[in-house]
């Protein structure tokens, strides 16, 4: 007869493992967000032409996020449930807030100075709208009836609709996704997503008529880049010769001679992974999906453990707006979706987005690592 | 009911949740195969093609800015034109001892240490292959002095570029305008791919309003570069389409003659093509250099240009704003005449000065002891006042203001130049909107000689004398005569001609009023008439600056320069077939006769000359 053993014999938690699950962090989500986080650095050093500047301002804003991250997964999960609709209307009313000061300064609004730190409302949106839609849905048995149904569609299009009028197309369709996400892990029926679906592409003409003109010359550029060189096609074309021109095994670290000489605009910021192709080929692509495909896999399978509909429903809403996260940007750089400004998760030089990435990491592993507390 | 139903709820819920999450995860899977499917077509199939494009050789899209169309007057002399200028440049990659090398320049030419901090400056701010300015425009003797030791700097050359130039300097300063660098409001306005590479855009004058004919459309080059970005040569090019060349309808030497004939004076001189509504002379004097504009004037010189007493950056033929004087006269007769008010040969008598009626104030004549009983071409020859106070009350000020208005008082006149500014034409209505008061009978009276709340431009004034030389034909001004591009020419649009219905006969005593100015004994402009073969008709004006108090003494040379009276005129010849409108403005000139009047009659004389010679 075998001795049943369990694992925490072979390996025996070390001392940092058994700190970290005190304080509440998930250990294999840790190391791939710090992994993805490390491998930004490495990117942000060539596209950034070398300079360490740039290196500290990202460092502080990271270092920021994963405080955050760390903060929220001290919070009990019932806490987030509680004010899930508080926050949520926080944000309507500060995005209300911030397109009236915009219609008083005259052109695009997105952020609220406080005066010690610019804030933009949209950016908490994103995280409060699945909180919203999984609260209120939790609280109806599962799968939701067409009433709530209509409400929960009301939730979700009032901040995308306030978000596009900003105007930031990027950013609504991150949060009508998020929302849309929640719906579709709450049963919604197929043949009710296939309806929407024709109905948004019915709508198109519509969209394009309320599009503003800059909106309008991606959606051109997009389907013909090649038509205006020195303009708007110019991020594209450009793009698409420096990942081309990476192959299969890149031309090495620093080695980008698109970005290097500047034919690459915005090569630290929504177009990094031009560089990041370019360097490290087709080989260092697929590793970096498969990294992203891992945070992901890892957030599902929390959300799966989950115990109550609204964690399972926030958690899994949130691991699959990651994934549109990855797959709008990458699909833009590459050329396969119009430019519609979403910075790389995690690796794009810019603050905002990796704090409220971050943010719902932290929820995540507070989903996860306060089950045995948690009630019903 | 809810809870009782709970735990079975549950069970259900999680299976589907379950259900979802698998779902999601295949959709996830697909999509993401999406990606590495695009990735292995550009990365492997196109591999090929995109490394040659970027690998060895990068092509790089340099756009290449189009030429500004040159500006020309009406007889084809240039009046901006784009002059290469010669900077110097370094670049860093190529020098190996930068402190050396800047010493030894600073031997060579006139180096102040503050443009070598800001080529400092600069040259943080560009890559190491790229080329920074160190000296922006070198003389001819520093570029060959530069030409010698040049061997001896390997990484610093000469780089050649176009830099508008304004050949008459002040002259023509406030019609052309100046262009200067785009700054970063204009530059969210510009639309992109037609500016690319474009330094430059029209800020004031016939620059400006003309911008998008004068300015082209860029082109591009793709050029092949090296991994350094070193140019290797050109693969393609996308030639830019040159700006248009404009012709004005202003006579440069006429203009200069106009600018000198006012001297030391401040002023403006407008002269109208009468059947036309070509702008011939648009002068305001003083005018300021353009030229230090187009490359960045230095702060304190645009502040001493600024702050200066004679305001020369102040356009005085577009936005001064002036009382016309007795210059509103011929105006205020004629609308006697087409109201019914008066008859021409009707006598009024002038003892030297009016009253109203219960009112003690005394309403002057210029001439102390009056003109006697005058007609109204006497009237008109002698600048009576007191005929004017009586006809303006006869008319009364809604009948006047309706009446000045149809020669364009009041509005712009939409030439094509920005910021004209309206002037005022004063109605009872005006009055109690802008300063809640009634409008008094006194009022009207000093209306009636071109005082009180009166105000004209230089060019108003102008295009009110052609449009009356025109028998009523209203004249709309214009500076743009012919728009040239590589396609053809263009032609000014002809504006629909607008006529103030006016009774023939009732222009003759106007005119012949006017002519007596110029030509009769006792005309207030006889100065002008002699020894020409053809008649001008004109009329003076004389403008108060400040009040004279009641039964106060004047005279023109006791008292300070700054307080005397603007000196006006207006004219237009030859009297029987006008060609040429003008109107002249003198600050502070003192009489109209003796100031402004021989100014526009030099601009009479060489334009008609001119006109007949040729």
Not at chain 1, 137 to 152: S, V
Not at chain 2, 520 to 534: L, V
Request: net charge positive.
């Amino acid at each position: 007869m075998k001795t049943e053993t369990r694992r925490e014999h072979f390996h025996p938690p070390s001392v940092i493992g058994k700190l970290l699950r005190r304080m509440h962090i998930d250990i294999p989500l840790f190391l791939c967000l710090f992994l993805t986080a490390l491998l930004s650095f490495v990117i942000l050093y060539s596209s950034g032409g070398q300079d360490f500047g740039v290196l500290l301002r990202q460092a502080a804003r990271v270092g920021l996020a994963f405080f955050l991250m760390i903060v929220l997964a001290q919070v009990n999960p019932i806490q987030f449930k509680r004010y899930s609709a508080t926050l949520f209307g926080i944000g309507i009313f500060l995005l209300i807030a911030v397109l009236i000061m915009g219609q008083i300064g005259k052109g695009a609004q997105r952020w609220l100075d406080l005066g010690f730190f610019r804030f933009q409302p949209s950016e908490m949106i994103k995280i409060t709208t699945p909180m919203m839609i999984a609260w209120y849905l939790a609280e109806h048995h599962l799968p939701p009836k067409p009433k709530q149904l209509g409400i929960a569609g009301f939730l979700i299009i009032l901040p995308t609709l306030l978000i596009a009028k900003q105007p930031d197309l990027g950013t609504a369709l991150l949060v009508a996704s998020a929302g849309a996400a929640v719906l579709f892990f709450a049963g919604l029926s197929y043949w009710f997503l296939g309806a929407i679906i024709g109905l948004v592409g019915a709508s198109t003409p519509v969209i394009w008529h309320l599009m503003h003109d800059y909106q309008r010359d991606r959606v051109r550029t997009f389907l013909s880049p090649e038509a205006d060189p020195l303009g708007r096609g110019y991020h594209i074309i450009q793009s698409k010769i420096a990942i081309g021109s990476g192959g299969i095994y890149g031309k090495g670290w620093l080695g980008s001679t698109q970005s290097e000489l500047e034919f690459l605009p915005e090569s630290s910021t929504d177009f990094i992974f031009a560089v990041f192709a370019e360097e490290f080929g087709l080989f260092g692509c697929i590793a970096l999906l498969a990294l992203y495909l891992l945070i992901i896999a890892r957030s599902l399978y929390i959300a799966s453990q989950a115990r109550d509909s609204y964690n399972r429903l926030l958690a899994s809403a949130l691991a699959f707006t990651f994934f549109v996260y990855v797959f709008v940007n990458i699909g833009m750089v590459i050329g396969i979706l119009p430019v519609v400004g979403v910075p790389l998760p995690l690796i794009s030089y810019g603050g905002t987005s990796i704090v409220t990435l971050l943010a719902g990491f932290g929820i995540l592993m507070s989903i996860h690592t306060h089950q045995k507390f948690s009630i019903g | 009911m809810d809870r009782v139903f709970s735990i079975k709820n549950d069970l259900a819920e999680n299976r589907l949740f379950l259900r979802r999450i698998y779902v999601a995860l295949i959709f996830i899977g697909l999509m993401s195969a999406g990606l590495v499917v695009r990735l292995m077509y550009l990365q492997i199939v196109g591999h090929e093609h995109y490394a040659m494009l970027a690998k060895e050789n990068s092509v790089k899209l340099t756009p290449v800015p189009p030429t500004r169309g040159i500006i020309y007057d009406r007889n084809g002399k240039v009046l901006a034109e784009n002059t290469p200028s010669y900077s110097l440049e370094l670049i860093p990659e190529q020098i190996r001892d930068m402190e050396d090398t800047l010493r030894r320049l600073q031997e060579l030419f006139d180096l102040p240490d503050e443009k070598v901090e800001q080529f400092h400056k600069q040259r943080k701010r560009e890559k190491r292959f790229n080329s920074v300015v160190l000296l922006p425009s070198l003389t001819d003797e520093e570029l060959a002095k530069f030409a010698v030791s040049m061997p001896f700097f390997p990484g610093v050359e000469i780089k050649t570029r176009q830099v508008r130039h304004y050949p008459y300097y002040e002259l023509a300063s406030h019609v052309v305008g100046y262009v200067g660098r785009i700054n970063e409001t204009e530059l969210k306005e510009l639309p992109m791919p037609e500016y690319q590479g474009t330094n430059h855009i029209g800020k004031l004058g016939i620059e400006r309003t003309y911008e998008t004919q004068l300015h082209g459309k860029a082109g591009y080059a793709e050029i092949e570069t090296n991994v350094q970005g070193r140019s290797l040569n050109t693969l393609n090019e996308v030639k830019p389409v040159p700006g248009a060349n404009l012709y004005l309808t202003l006579d440069i030497d006429l203009q200069k003659t106009a600018y000198d004939a006012l001297d030391f004076y401040n002023g403006a001189v407008v002269a109208i093509d009468v059947k036309t509504g070509g702008v011939l002379v648009f002068v305001s004097r003083p005018g300021f250099d353009p030229n230090p504009f187009v490359v960045g004037i230095p702060s304190e010189d645009y502040k001493a240009l600024n702050e200066s007493e004679n305001q020369p950056l102040y356009n005085r033929a577009l936005r001064g704003l002036y009382p016309p004087g007795s210059t509103i006269k011929p105006f205020i007769a004629l609308a006697g005449l087409e109201y019914d008010k008066i008859r021409a040969p009707q006598g009024l008598y002038c003892p030297g000065y009016y009253t109203l009626p219960g009112v003690d104030h005394r309403y002057r004549d210029w001439r102390k002891g009056g003109h006697g009983t005058v007609d109204m071409i006497r009237a008109i020859t002698e600048s009576c006042d007191v005929y004017f106070y009586r006809l303006a009350q006869m008319l009364g000020i809604q009948k006047m203001h309706d009446f000045l208005q149809q020669f364009g008082f009041g509005e712009k006149t939409g030439i094509d130049l920005y910021g004209e500014l309206a002037g005022l034409l004063p109605s009872p209505a005006w009055k109690q909107a802008k300063k809640k008061q009634r409008w008094y009978e006194g009022e009207t009276l000093i209306t009636g000689i071109g005082q009180g709340y009166h105000q004209v431009t230089p060019l108003q004034l102008a295009r009110a004398t052609a449009t009356l030389a025109n028998h009523g034909q209203i004249v709309t001004p214009f500076l743009v005569n012919k728009i040239v591009t590589a396609q053809g020419v263009q032609k000014s649009p002809e504006k629909p001609a607008e006529i103030i219905p006016l009774k023939a006969q009732n222009l003759d005593p106007i005119v012949a009023g006017m002519i007596n100015v110029v030509h009769s004994a006792s005309g207030t402009a006889k100065r002008i008439g002699y020894g020409i073969p053809y008649q001008i008709a004109g009329k003076t004006g004389t403008a108060q600056v400040f009040g004279i108090k009641q039964g106060a003494k004047y005279n023109e040379s006791e008292i300070d320069f700054k307080l005397r009276d603007n000196a006006l005129f207006v004219a237009f010849a030859p009297a029987d077939d006008p060609k040429i409108a003008v109107a002249v403005v003198v600050e502070h000139g003192g009489h109209g006769g003796s100031v402004a009047a021989p100014i526009a009659g030099k601009v009479i004389k060489q334009y008609l000359q001119n006109l007949h010679e040729n």
